[in-house]
């Protein structure tokens, strides 16, 4: 065999080898965060809380973590960081490349994370309330429950009652209770302006499991009547 024939030969196989190798990683890229392929074991989550944000992407160290963007008031998911370098930016779908805003936490293994996006842009107040989801056990038959109040007119504080009994009391905007613990069963959660015996908001029926963890959160303005109005919901942390 001539060399010319034998290096005819040997590309073919290094052209063949490097387009396998090519379809390997266009797979591999397709695929989403869901598992822990990074080994951090980080669970991160992102709520948009922000009505006139629009929708927007999570970068982290520069990098979209996220395929779709997150829009408001959307149901959030917790997903497996792939790095833990910063920054954690916001950046809007509407601009691409421009970020509204940019977080330097550090990340733990083993935690879970959320980020919740809250205020609003019109009067420049938008921010991040960032928190940590895990935490120890609840007692056995207990499990164990937060509030965050997200909600901008809810600055002179929110109460929850937990199937009448006050749980949470005086809760200012922006900030997170400490976990408690509640027996098992199912409970109406009812939010109300600290003073107040006006409900602005019942959750019913929600149903706390033996070692489980919750974090329940308002948001949106008891000024409006649109989507952008109050409302709450809560998240299984665990």
Same mark, same amino acid.
């Given at each position: 065999?001539?060399?010319?024939?034998? /290096?005819?030969?040997?590309?073919?196989?290094?052209?063949?080898?490097?387009?396998?190798?090519?379809?390997?990683?266009?797979?591999? #890229?397709?695929?989403?965060?869901?598992?822990?392929?990074?080994?951090? $074991?980080?669970?991160?989550?992102?709520?948009?809380? #922000?009505?006139?944000?629009?929708?927007?992407?999570?970068?982290?160290?520069?990098?979209?973590?996220?395929?779709?963007?997150?829009?408001?008031?959307?149901?959030?998911?917790?997903?497996?960081?792939?790095?833990? =370098?910063?920054?954690?930016?916001?950046?809007?779908?509407?601009?691409?490349?421009?970020?509204?805003?940019?977080?330097?936490?550090?990340?733990?293994?083993?935690?879970?994370?959320?980020?919740?996006?809250?205020?609003?842009?019109? $009067?420049?107040?938008?921010?991040?309330?960032?928190?940590? *989801?895990?935490?120890?056990?609840?007692?056995?038959?207990? /499990?164990?429950?937060?509030?965050? *109040?997200?909600?901008?007119?809810?600055?002179?504080?929110?109460?929850?009652?937990?199937?009448?009994?006050? =749980?949470?009391?005086?809760?200012?905007?922006?900030?997170?209770?400490?976990?408690?613990?509640?027996?098992?069963?199912?409970? *109406?959660?009812?939010?109300?302006?600290?003073?107040?015996?006006?409900?602005?908001?019942?959750?019913?029926?929600?149903?706390?499991?033996?070692?489980?963890?919750?974090?329940?959160? =308002?948001?949106?303005?008891?000024?409006?009547?649109?989507?952008? =109005?109050?409302?709450?919901?809560?998240?299984?942390?665990?």
């Amino acid at each position: 065999m001539s060399s010319a024939n034998r /290096g005819n030969k040997f590309t073919r196989i290094f052209l063949f080898i490097g387009a396998i190798l090519l379809a390997i990683n266009i797979i591999g #890229c397709g695929k989403s965060s869901s598992t822990n392929a990074s080994g951090l $074991n980080i669970e991160y989550e992102v709520l948009n809380l #922000c009505p006139d944000i629009g929708p927007f992407y999570l970068y982290v160290n520069n990098v979209k973590a996220n395929s779709s963007p997150y829009i408001f008031a959307a149901t959030p998911a917790y997903f497996y960081v792939s790095s833990i =370098a910063v920054p954690y930016q916001i950046r809007t779908a509407l601009v691409p490349g421009t970020t509204v805003l940019s977080r330097s936490d550090v990340l733990n293994s083993n935690v879970k994370y959320s980020l919740f996006v809250v205020g609003d842009m019109v $009067n420049k107040s938008e921010k991040t309330i960032f928190t940590i *989801d895990t935490a120890s056990a609840p007692a056995s038959g207990r /499990g164990k429950v937060r509030f965050i *109040d997200a909600s901008p007119t809810g600055t002179t504080g929110l109460d929850v009652y937990a199937n009448g009994t006050a =749980a949470f009391t005086k809760v200012v905007y922006p900030t997170v209770s400490d976990f408690i613990e509640l027996p098992v069963g199912n409970y *109406d959660f009812q939010i109300n302006t600290t003073g107040s015996s006006s409900v602005l908001k019942t959750l019913s029926s929600v149903t706390i499991q033996d070692g489980r963890i919750y974090t329940i959160y =308002a948001y949106g303005y008891t000024s409006r009547i649109d989507t952008a =109005a109050f409302n709450a919901s809560y998240i299984v942390n665990k």
